[in-house]
């Protein structure tokens, strides 16, 4: 091999080293017990997707950023013999969110029940360009009800989502939540005409990013009339006003429908863990275009943009079965918890790696080190043997480094009496244990 | 979206449904508190890596198995302007096994202790033919120990592995233990030179599986003269002999070294986990160039190949880190052991999905409801509230469906007197509990 290999994962990739694994494993195990205490079951799927699952699913920008899995062996001789395009290269790609899989799945499996609820936790991966906090591979933490129109389930995910913030330790957070219907109306209303409707929801989705003036500049250059994105941000504005969603459900059309929906959403989640949390926002757009109901977004106080979000999408499952199924799902973003969960110190004490470093002296076979650890270890404790019986000191280091918070020493002395010597490597205090008693008495020595 | 698009994963590639998942979590949960018992921390790794990491590693039939990443954007235009070959169009791909990661980490992680022990259960990618229990993505679970040559270590990856199938509920199983310098030194007693060394363990690693009279033949095909090939079966055949070992561990030079450490690892092991399975095979091969010492594989009764594997390594860390790492590991593969345990029914039951589906009644307002969900989920119960208020028989239908054993109904009576009529859905008992108190009666009714 080459010297100049890069010991380095490629770029925007990690590595998780073990402090790294069991803060993940913190909030994926809290987040995980929510969503079941919601009914959701579990569902994985793989990595690997055909591109034509995923295709057009993103809109072009999400096209652009698929990662594509090379052609092998005689196919990709094949299409070398010719001059090649992209599309004659790769049939398949990477997974790119968790919903789409969802969508196949529920088309695949006729042995579902005839409302799916499951959730996952799995690993993504987007070819974006790599910044502080974005990465190419990531987690999310989605569930997703399929089968059902009733409100009742956009409450659900919106309280499952909720209760598994509160569980992480999270209080101060707010799910936004608007209506594609709804906000379809308000972008009618200020004149926007259907063909730039759906760029004007994507270049809405950044509002709160970029800010009033940059939209109204990025919609201009689009070809929308100043005068109409003028329009647009205005009515928002004034959605914002209290009393605004009552005055739209009280009339009629779309616009009605919308905020009816919403009315009704916020009446069924108020008993719920959600309650507290929900906010009405008129200027939330989600720039998915297979959105069709609600829309959800989750924000928290000192954090630029979402840690989660979702909403309704009832034609999207229909693609691929030829039947409507309505769908509502809702995605929390793993990275974006556990940046804040690390900048607010929100993570209790984590354990990683052995209780026990097993230090065996020279007059010690390594057999019978073994053997005592597999004692400890029948025990329930995690007990690592030194791999030689260097001097203790050098032994006594290596525990040091490996962060373990007791050493046992065994020579000869020990064996011959059936115990350990236990050395409270914080406090340096040393005692001859019984090697049956070892995890009692670490218990009581707390 | 065309008609035509498949519903179906890759080929390959599997969609893991709630009860595949428990299963798979079932067994993973146990290998990784069994690899924690032993000292060893967790891992993750990115699924993408370097094809300079890659490539090289497994042989020229495993660089013809890595999935590439195909370029993207501008990189790809200017591969497609040219005449591209393969190498042109990636320099990504997916992960192939999860000891080439560890090396590349153990070269850029400095603060790593100078004994790393972790273990990683990821999955991995593979492009091989598909066929009966043979996957494109599978999972491993790897336990490996850099910075020492004790053989200690081995015998530490043995137990532990040993252990964790204990744990699994298995028995029966026997780990197969040779050593490379052992069988090389056997293989140069039979007459075949250093050039045809490689491709001679290449094909014995195959001898079980397709027997003398194949392996003759590869080798004759591959140029081997009949006569060495005869030699070599015929010693190892004579090396199966009880005292074998001993007499080779008597001697001197590259046998004898290799014998005497097998020795050492057996002594090690015999007060361990490991103790009762290990049995030396000299015939075990392992295919892969990079083992250095001792060689594991473990065996089941009845089933043809193996469900796990390892050895000792010396020299591939250090072809990253410019400095000699000795390592040692053991994989055991996910889907051989889940294959194995779904034949012979080792699964104990496994909990999936709410354990009461709560009916609402057309009398109760959906808030109410997600209201009393609330409370019994506070309880620590799984509970699902069905999507609409429809005739409870339809209710209780979906509530079997889902498998849910309790329905809990709630009706504007049960609301009135703050309870819920609980209903047994396999004995059909009903009884009505109040609100509070739906845990403790589940828990006391079992």
Redesign the interface.
Known sequence: ???D??????SG??????P???R??HVTSIVQRVY????F??????????L??LL?KYGPEGD?LL????H??DK?QRA?EG????QD??E?G?RYDLTV?LA??V???RE????Y??YAIQ?V?R?DRPAKGRF??FYQCDVD?TG?K????D??VC?AVA?ALHQLGFSDFRILVNHRALLRALVARAGIGPNAEALALIVLDKLDKIGADAVKQELAQKGVPAAQTEALLEVLELSKQPGALAQFAAGEGALATGARELQELF???????AAAHLVFDPTLARGLGYYTGPIFEVTCAGLAGSIGGGGRYDNLVG????QEVPAVGFSLGLERVLLIMGEREMFPPLA???QI?LCRMGDV???????V??AL?GQ??????H??AVPLGKQLQ?AN??GAPFAAILGANEVAAATVSMKNLTSGAQAAVPIGEVSRWLSSSK
């Open positions: 091999m080459s010297q290999t890069s010991t380095k994962p490629p990739m990690r590595d998780f080293l073990a790294d694994v069991v993940r494993r079941e205490s919601f009914g079951v579990p569902l994985e799927t793989p990595a690997i997707e055909n034509s699952s057009g652009q990662y594509r899995i090379l092998r062996r990709l070398l001059s090649p395009r992209e290269l790769a398949e990477l899989p196949r799945v088309a695949n499996y579902l029940p005839a409302f609820k499951r690993p991966w070819a190419r591979e009800i059902t009733s409100l009742v389930a409450a659900e309280g209760e009446a069924n989640a108020k008993s719920g863990p693609m691929w079965k030829g990683i790696g052995p470093l076979p390594a057999a019978t080190a073994i053997g650890a597999t270890r329930g404790l995690r007990v690592e043997v791999a030689d290596y480094a490996i």
